[in-house]
Structures are given as structure tokens and as C-alpha cells.
């Protein structure tokens, strides 16, 4: 069985080329042994007939599923019923069930779904209410309490201006950022692309998600064809039909990862900087030490811009650790000369980590920083902080990560990866 989002509307088009010839021409006969036309390999007029007739019923099953939500192949009342037949036997439509789900306040979802193997990744949904859309810098405080207590948590609701699902990647993560939850479990493994687009799916389904980002589980140019790939159906008008400036890649720093991703996807860039030195950032992130912020920047510098688009840096504020003012002009310095907007995300804390959140004066202090500088800052307020938001924290409440504190007897080192890529 093939899953069927795994594969491109190209690649599926090429799937379907032999069961798309005229009946008669299917058989393959040795060269020589044709007694009649009827019996002869297929014509070059009929293999063009099949290659034309393959992209179209593509493009039809593409709507079936990515538009209309439709999973059963029966249902698919203007596909043949020798298609439908093919395609039960041949290729399965993927589903991830849900194993928790809670929302918050501020009406945030998140998800824990299960894979088929039994592993767990998790995805949230984050909308954000009209008034947050027409000003994205307001006063923190403002943002804080309007994003308090929502009445009407419905995703359906009118009263969101934008639904963005954070989804993952990797079940755990390679990466060992020493702030991340995830990164402090390990990878367990790399998610395939249906397992990514799945998310997406089900999510979609839901809900009028109007923004992806890759901000959940893993590093996503960690898993570079996957991800690729999982991004080509989200992209794909035929597909789920996101704009290429919703869909947005975070990454943590894998340079030449970036600069093919500018190649290969014509995707939003999103870089985790959470640091102003390199001395500062190799502490709490090793990749730095592979590809310094030198390396980096000049990545960023070529990757490939629409006249409209900027690079996103994310900036997790560790209390005494990265929170001063001589950070903030290290910053304002390093993004001299790249289209960007500043995402600062307080600390979210937890058990695995002995770093603090810093109070809000001082959030507040480093975002007027560049304010008053003309730059995009906005503070990512934790949203939905009641039902562990933070990476990877669902997950590990339902002991299915490996290597907690919890659960270091149950399941040690079984599987591959948990330690660090660096
Ligand atoms: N691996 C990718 C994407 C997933 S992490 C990356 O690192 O970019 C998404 C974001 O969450 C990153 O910017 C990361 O710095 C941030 N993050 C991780 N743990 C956090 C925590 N405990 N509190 C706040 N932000 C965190
Ligand atoms: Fe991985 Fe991103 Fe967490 Fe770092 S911050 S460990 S790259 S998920």
C-alpha cells in the first residue's frame, strides 16, 4: 500500500499512467508476438492519451481528498469504477487519530496524535483574534489580557482574523537546544511525508487553518525530503492551496539545509536565533557550533525573498541569560541589511530546564528596543500556558517521550537516535 499523502500530484499522475490506458492496451505483449492490433503494446498516441488522462483524474482525486475531505475511494462518484477499484487496493488514504487533545483559554488547541506505529507528535492550533491583525505591535500587556478569557473558543468562529497550525516534523528532535524540551529527549525518528501532511489534514478538517508553521516537534531541515515534499502538497492549488508567504520553515540553523530549502520550496523562512553571540548561542544551541551566526546570516542574506517578504527571527528570552539591552543592539546588528520581523518568545518553562522566564518589564523593555528602531517585534505571549503549550510538553505529560524524568525506566534506550546531532 502506498499512502496517498505521500506522494505529489505529479508523482501520483505517474502512478496512475498504466491503469490509465484504454483497457485493451494494458496487457504487455513480447515484441514480435503481436498477432493484431488489439494485441500490441500500447501506441505512442495512447501512451499520450494515458499520460493526459492520468494528470486529470490526479487533479481530481487531489480536490476529492484535500478539498472536499472526502477518505473513502467509493465516494468519489466522478472517478471510474475501475479507478476506484485500483486505488482501494493500491493506495490508502492517510489518517492520524487523535490521542489528547485540550484547549486553552485563549483558545488555543492542541493536539497529541498517534502515528502507526504507535509513536506520538503533537500539533497546535493558534488563531488569533481580529483586533491582534490590525496591531500586531500593540502594548504587550494589551495583548496579553485581550488574549485572556474567550468566550467563544469555536475554530469556526468568525471571530478569528487567522488560524495558524504549528506542526511537527521529527518524532523528539536531534538538535539539543538546552532550553527545548524536545531537544532534550532526542530524535526518535524522522516523520514521513504523509505523517506531516497528515497533521495538516486533520487539522484542515477542523478547522479554517489559514497558516503553517514548522514550529512544532523536530527540526524540519533535519528532514529535508519530507519536509520538501510535505510542503509541495500544502502549496499545491490542487492540494490543501496554501500561499507560499502562509507556510513558513523553522529552523534552528542547518546552513546548507537552508540554502537548498531557497532552491527546492518556495516557502516563508523562519530562523531560531535565540542569541546575540556566538558564544552565547553555542552554549544553549550546538549547531552553532557547526554554522556560526556568520555562516548564518549570510545564508540569510541569499536566501530567495519575494519583493514582500521577510525572514522571521525567533528570540526565546532567557532570563539573565539573553534578556539585556547590549543583547538587543548585538541583534538590531546582526539583522542589518535582511527584510526581517522579530518573533520574542518568553521563556516557557519547565521541568527539564533550569532556565527562567524573565518578567514582563523586561520583555517589554527589550521589544521597545526595536519599536523605537523601526523593526517588527512582536512578543509571542504563551499562549494557551494552562494546557502546556510548550514544545513537546503534551507529549511528555502522556509518558510517550522518551528519556523524561517520568519515564526513564519505561523504554530506555530502545529505538534509534536519543542522543544529540552535534
Ligand atoms: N526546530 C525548529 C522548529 C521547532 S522549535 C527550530 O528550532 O526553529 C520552535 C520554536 O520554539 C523555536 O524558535 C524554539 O527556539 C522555541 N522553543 C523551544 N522550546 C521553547 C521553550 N521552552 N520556551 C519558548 N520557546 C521555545
Ligand atoms: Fe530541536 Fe528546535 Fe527544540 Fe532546538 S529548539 S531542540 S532545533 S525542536
Not at 216 to 229: A, C, D, R, T, Y
Not at 241 to 251: A, E, G, H, I, L
Not at 359 to 380: G, H, L, P, W
Amino acid at each position: 500500500m502506498i499512502y496517498f499523502q505521500s506522494l505529489t500530484k505529479e508523482e501520483l499522475a505517474e502512478l496512475l499512467r498504466p491503469v490509465s490506458l484504454p483497457k485493451a492496451r494494458r496487457r504487455y505483449v513480447p515484441e514480435g508476438a503481436a498477432a493484431s492490433a488489439e494485441e500490441a503494446g500500447p501506441s505512442t498516441e495512447d501512451l499520450l492519451k494515458a499520460e493526459r488522462r492520468a494528470r486529470y483524474r490526479a487533479q481530481q482525486i487531489f480536490h476529492w481528498v484535500y478539498q472536499r475531505f472526502v477518505t473513502n475511494w467509493d465516494e468519489m462518484s466522478d472517478l471510474s469504477k475501475d479507478l476506484r477499484v485500483w486505488l482501494k487496493e493500491n493506495v490508502e488514504i492517510y489518517r492520524v487519530t487523535e490521542r489528547a487533545s485540550q484547549q486553552a483559554v485563549d483558545g488555543t488547541h492542541k493536539f497529541l496524535w498517534n502515528l502507526a506505529d504507535g509513536k506520538t507528535v503533537e500539533s497546535v492550533i493558534i488563531p488569533a483574534a481580529l483586533q491582534e491583525k490590525e496591531n500586531p505591535e500593540q502594548d504587550f500587556d494589551q495583548q496579553r489580557f485581550s488574549g485572556a478569557a474567550i468566550e467563544d473558543k469555536d475554530l469556526k468562529s468568525e471571530r478569528w482574523s487567522r488560524l495558524t497550525a504549528c506542526i511537527s516534523s521529527q518524532v523528539g528532535c536531534a538538535m539539543g537546544c538546552k532550553f527545548c524540551l524536545t531537544g532534550i529527549q532526542g530524535l526518535d525518528r524522522q516523520l514521513q511525508a504523509h505523517e506531516i501532511v497528515g497533521q495538516v489534514f486533520e487539522l484542515r478538517r477542523l478547522a479554517p487553518i489559514t497558516n503553517i508553521v514548522f514550529m512544532g516537534m523536530g527540526e524540519p531541515l533535519h528532514n529535508f525530503e519530507n519536509v520538501v515534499k510535505a510542503c509541495k502538497i500544502l502549496l499545491d492549488p490542487d492540494g490543501l492551496n496554501f500561499s507560499k508567504r502562509k507556510v513558513t520553515v523553522s529552523t534552528s540553523g542547518l546552513v546548507p539545509a537552508i540554502e537548498e530549502l531557497g532552491r527546492q520550496a518556495d516557502v516563508s523562512l523562519a530562523i531560531s536565533l535565540n542569541a546575540s553571540t556566538d558564544e552565547q548561542r553555542s552554549q544553549i544551541m550546538p549547531v552553532n557550533r557547526k554554522w556560526n551566526l556568520d555562516a548564518l546570516m549570510s545564508a540569510c542574506r541569499s536566501y530567495p525573498l519575494g519583493s514582500h517578504r521577510r525572514i522571521t527571527f525567533e528570540y526565546v528570552l532567557l532570563k539573565d541569560f539573553n534578556d539585556s539591552l547590549e543583547d538587543a543592539a548585538r541583534v538590531l546588528r546582526l539583522l542589518r541589511g535582511i527584510p526581517s520581523k522579530l518573533n520574542l518568545i518568553p521563556f516557557n518553562e519547565h521541568s527539564g530546564s533550569e532556565f527562567k522566564r524573565p518578567s514582563d518589564e523586561t520583555v517589554k523593555k527589550f521589544q521597545r528596543y526595536f519599536v523605537d528602531r523601526n523593526i517588527t517585534a512582536t512578543v509571542r505571549i504563551s499562549r494557551g500556558r494552562d494546557i502546556l503549550a510548550a514544545c513537546g510538553q503534551l507529549r511528555s505529560i502522556f509518558g510517550t517521550a522518551r528519556g523524561t524524568e517520568r519515564h526513564r525506566d519505561w523504554k530506555s534506550n530502545s529505538g534509534a537516535g536519543g542522543g544529540t546531532a552535534f
